[in-house]
């Protein structure tokens, strides 16, 4: 996770500050996006979260249990991957352009954490002795800390 972080932050420093970009233009259309398409984002994050499980499972009753397992991995790393991102991008757009990125993305921002929920289920299934509840916890805390970052700069 921090290394997921560290590659984030780089690259965001890289865009900022190397290539002059202003990011100011990609959240208003992100924005607009989300506006427009917040309940078919949210329903097709659902249906993400409730079918990976279920290719998982289907695996396992195919006996294809390395595919299982792959799946498994990749879909709690892309998770794991997206919680960082909206996390990140959060502390870094509240201080640099003072955007709220959590309210900005409204009844989405559930999404990563059902994810992550999802993935960490999947995983289970797949291999019931890896560490999920470490993981889970050390995201929950990520964000739990970004949600508090960006909310206690609003009070200074």
């Not at 989300?34 to 279920?54: E, K, N, Q, R, S």
């Not at 892309?78 to 309210?103: E, K, P």
Request: net charge negative; charged share 10%.
């Amino acid at each position: 996770m921090l290394t997921i972080l560290a590659l984030l932050l780089v690259l965001w420093l890289a865009a900022r500050f190397a290539y002059e970009y202003d990011f100011v233009q990609l959240v208003d259309l992100m924005g607009q996006f989300v506006d427009a398409h917040t309940y078919l984002l949210f329903g097709l994050g659902v249906l993400t979260a409730l079918v990976v499980p279920g290719i998982v499972l289907a695996c396992e009753s195919f006996r294809f249990y390395t595919l299982m397992y792959y799946l498994a991995k990749l879909y709690f790393w892309l998770s794991i991957f997206l919680v960082c991102l909206v996390s990140l991008a959060a502390v870094l757009f509240r201080f640099d352009l003072g955007i709220n990125l959590w309210s900005l993305l409204g009844v989405t921002a559930v999404l990563p954490f059902l994810f992550a929920g999802s993935a960490a289920f999947s995983l289970q299934l797949a291999d019931s002795y890896y560490p999920i509840k470490d993981s889970l916890f050390h995201l929950l805390l990520l964000a739990g800390l970004s949600l508090f970052l960006v909310n206690a700069v609003a009070f200074l």
